[in-house]
């Protein structure tokens, strides 16, 4: 099964806004109050500054009453059972639990949310409303681009399941590394979920994109030629570079000329921490 991260706490940090009106929203205070929380404790884990924590939550909750305002904005729902799984989500983080964002995706769902059905065009609040915590999908699921519906598609798709054959690709980017996600035996061909060549199969070639992908490998053909045979990758820290296709997972070092892997992932609560 091919996995992807994909962040679906998404905050940004502007300026300090006025929080609320007076009394406050006690369920954004609860947000910023956990959230908060796991800085504090992870902070020396992160390699992030311990900042103080009332200071924290005054920040944090102001940023979470926008997604509130928002939900007001669009007509959305708050969800009491969502609010809970945030809670508990932030409480259950671990400063030493080696996990991707992704599987904060699989663990939470969107506190204000709409009733998009699995296929439904969907808005992804992207800058400038960027809202924590917002989807105009049902819970369970997540607005996230589909390029097997067009170029520039959002629609709500369940986080929790592959991608199928014919299906939009999940895809993650962050700092120079891409990855995509689709289901066992498939890979992502322009966005899209397809079957292909396995190791030892014919992989064709030509065109502007050269070789085709292989799952699970690359296409081992000499410059020029209509096909070539599919090759299972180089494992990590062994010699590439022999050949003008891609022969690495994820690349070829230029100055080792192995193979290396993406860097091992670090505490979830740092990578969310260092995401928001």
């Known amino acids: 099964m091919a996995r992807v991260p994909l962040v679906v706490l998404s905050l940004s940090l502007g300026p300090l806004a006025c929080h609320g009106d007076a009394g406050g929203d006690a369920r954004t ?55 809970d799984r945030v809670l508990t989500g932030f409480a259950d983080l671990a400063c030493d639990e080696l996990e991707r964002p992704w599987a904060w995706a699989e663990r939470v769902c969107p506190v204000w949310h709409g009733n998009g059905e699995l296929g439904d065009e969907c808005r992804p609040y992207e ?83 050269g070789c085709e992908g292989c799952i699970d490998g690359w296409c081992d053909a000499d410059l020029g030629a209509a096909e070539g045979t599919c090759r299972a990758f180089v494992a990590v820290g062994e010699a590439c570079g022999s050949s003008a296709q891609p022969q690495c997972e994820y690349i070829c070092d230029p100055g080792s000329m192995v193979c290396i892997a993406p860097d091992d992932p670090g505490p979830l609560a740092c990578a969310l921490a260092l995401q928001l």
């Open 127 to 209: 800058l400038p409303e960027n809202y924590a915590l917002v989807s105009t999908c049902r819970p369970e699921l997540v607005c996230a681009l589909d390029p097997s519906a067009g170029s520039d598609a959002w629609r709500c798709r369940d986080v929790a399941d592959d991608p199928a054959e014919d299906d939009g690709c999940l895809r993650y980017q962050g700092a120079s590394v891409v990855e995509e996600r689709c289901g066992e035996g498939l890979r992502c061909d322009t966005g899209v979920c397809v079957t292909g060549p396995l190791a030892g199969e014919t992989c064709d070639c030509g065109g502007l994109f």
């Open 29 to 83: 205070d609860a947000l910023a109050d956990a959230w908060c929380e796991v800085q504090s404790r992870c902070a020396d884990a992160c390699g992030t500054l311990a900042v103080d924590h009332d200071l924290c939550v005054l920040q944090w909750a102001s940023q979470f009453d926008a997604s509130a305002v928002a939900a007001d904005t669009f007509d959305l729902e708050f969800s009491p059972m969502c609010f």
